[in-house]
């Protein structure tokens, strides 16, 4: 019969649901955290029926776990696509300490494990980073600046939003462990989730990231020496959920200090973007960051210019820093000028306020800019390096 729903009687009598069809119904609802079916991640731990209720109960990862109302809701409606099954409760139970162990050994591998190996991810010393790892698909782009104050955090948060908005898989890294913005200009709204010592990010308007400033007050001055540093961005790398992005964007501090070296150890495929404003005195210090990425062995991948122009009420743009920067260190790097996102007030105003221009204010002049960089780079003369894992060097 057109339009049955499972579990419906053939000869249209009263319709008897097991718990095995109500168990089937709901086993592969996707938790949007874990960003898998329920039953893969041992959520699912009985489902009974009696007459036409039925009862569920799904063990959370956490005892805050953010997706537990999404997930009684969608356990709900899938049980209710059944014919014979007005109504389902869902109750929680929570995961007792080995069953969060074993969650985190299949996600992101066991930490207690050898080296060398996906059972190897951890802090632990000489865990492999994911990411560096061959066969690996996530692209990973350094935004860097010579100097603070040219709008490198911004242009990376809504460059991550212009690339979600493609619909790829898209996590930003807020590795200015001193000037931490990231979670800020997100409009980021909760602290990450841990799952037995493993980082479940937060995500807003698409994109997933990971902070210093979940660990500490924007107030509180971060005073550590490099080996802290090194640590903290391993830890970033290795004990967070990523779940394999299609890119990865890494906002550096300015300047080439201890933060870009290490980086550039943990990942050495990643590709480099330069941000500069237009005017020289910019564009000069900007060079530092990219002669640094040449020193370590990493691409740089193209130059970004930031405060480009002012549109003024009278529809005239005003070059306030200049011009031509961002343009002459693209040519002298022989790279590609991808973007001149112009100085506009909604920019730094949604910085501030968590409501980035690219997420809320789509059809502006400046989010179009991110979105075609965020094409740029992903279809056309900014293609990403490929990698041919069966050629190895002795």
């Known amino acids: 019969m057109k339009g049955k729903r499972r579990g419906s009687a053939a000869n249209g009598g009263p319709v008897k649901v097991t718990d095995q069809q109500l168990a089937a119904a709901v086993v592969d609802v996707i938790d949007p955290e874990l960003r898998r079916p329920i039953g893969q991640m041992g959520m699912l ?9 039925g009862q569920v109960l799904v063990a959370l990862p956490s005892r805050d776990w953010p997706a537990a109302g999404h997930v009684s809701h969608a356990v709900s409606e899938a049980g209710r696509t059944l014919d014979g099954i ?19 050994a299949q996600l992101i591998g066991d930490p207690a494990a050898s080296a060398g190996t996906h059972e190897g991810h951890g802090h632990a010393e000489g865990r492999e980073v994911p990411f560096a ?25 809504n460059l991550a939003i212009a690339l979600a908005q493609r619909g790829t898989r898209t996590a930003v890294i807020d590795a200015d462990v001193w000037g931490f913005s990231i979670p800020r200009m997100l409009g980021v709204s909760r602290p990450p989730t841990v799952i037995d010592q493993m980082v479940v990010p937060t995500e807003a308007h698409g ?14 001055p971060v005073i550590w020496r490099g080996p802290m540093l090194h640590k903290a961005l391993e830890q ?39 941000v500069t404003t237009p005017q020289p005195a910019a564009q000069k210090v900007a060079q530092r960051a990219a002669h640094m990425a040449g020193r370590v062995n990493l691409q740089v991948r193209a130059v970004i210019e930031n405060m480009s122009w002012f549109t003024g009420d009278d529809g005239k743009r005003y070059e306030l820093f200049g011009s031509g920067g961002g343009q002459a260190l693209a040519d002298e790097l022989e790279v590609p000028l991808l973007g001149q996102v112009p100085l506009v007030p909604q920019l730094r105003a949604g910085g501030d306020e ?22 740029l780079l992903c279809e056309e003369h900014l293609p990403t390096r490929r990698y041919n894992e069966g050629l190895k060097l002795l």
């Open 86 to 104: 007005d109504d389902v409760v869902v109750e929680f139970t929570v995961m007792d300490e080995a069953e969060q162990s074993a969650l985190r």
């Open 45 to 53: 731990r009985a489902a009974a029926v009696a007459g036409r209720a």
């Open 133 to 157: 790892q061959a066969g690996n698909k996530t692209r990973v782009l350094l935004v860097a600046s010579g100097k603070g104050g040219v709008g490198k955090s911004s242009v990376t948060v």
């Open 207 to 220: 994109v997933r990231c990971m902070s210093m400033g979940f660990f500490a007050r924007e107030d509180q």
């Open 236 to 274: 970033f790398l290795t004990d967070v959920f990523w779940d394999e992005p299609d890119h990865l964007l890494i906002d550096l501090p300015p300047g080439t200090g201890d933060i870009s070296l290490s980086l550039a150890q943990f990942l050495p495929r990643s590709e480099l973007l330069v």
């Open 354 to 375: 968590g409501m980035p221009i690219t997420a809320v204010d789509p059809n502006s002049d400046t989010a179009g800019v991110f979105r075609d960089m965020a094409r």
